[in-house]
């Protein structure tokens, strides 16, 4: 953390668009939650849902390892919300053919089913956040410019 930092580094103008940012933000996130909530999801099992779907290799599966990863949530907190959502009928297991140690998740009909419904009523709200991140990305390249 820097010590000495002037308390003139940042003009009015740019902390006026961050904030404005953030709050974007936060009634994105306050809203999608409320979306979730809507169709049955806790905004934990929405966010497990997404990551297995969007699996970046595109294969709609992932380890409890990788879901740890990018939930950035611990192995024992995984494994809870996990068992849950299977409880629930949200995702299913699926072992690995290559090696037996590893499990897959992947969404049941029913996960896909409630995260399609939120995918879509949350389009507008992705779409308006979109706009609110390219003013302040357009802003502060041109303050930084200067």
């Not at 103008?13 to 909530?37: K, N, P, T, Y």
């Not at 409880?87 to 140690?101: F, M, V, W």
Request: charged content about 30%; hydrophobic content about 40%.
């Amino acid at each position: 953390m820097p010590v000495d930092v002037p308390t003139d580094a940042l003009p009015l103008d740019r902390v006026m668009r961050i904030a404005e940012f953030r709050a974007g933000l936060r009634a994105f996130m306050h809203r999608s939650e409320q979306s979730a909530r809507a169709w049955g999801l806790t905004p934990q099992r929405y966010s497990l849902l997404l990551a297995i779907k969007g699996a970046p290799d595109g294969s709609e599966r992932l380890s409890f390892t990788e879901i740890s990863r990018r939930l950035l949530l611990s192995r024992n907190t995984v494994t809870e919300l996990c068992q849950r959502a299977e409880e629930a009928g949200l995702i299913q297991r699926e072992p690995s053919e290559r090696d037996h140690r590893i499990v897959y998740l992947r969404l049941t009909a029913e996960g896909e089913r409630r995260l399609t419904g939120v995918v879509l009523d949350n389009d507008l709200l992705r779409r308006e956040l979109d706009k609110t991140f390219r003013r302040l990305s357009a802003s502060l390249s041109a303050t930084a410019a200067r």
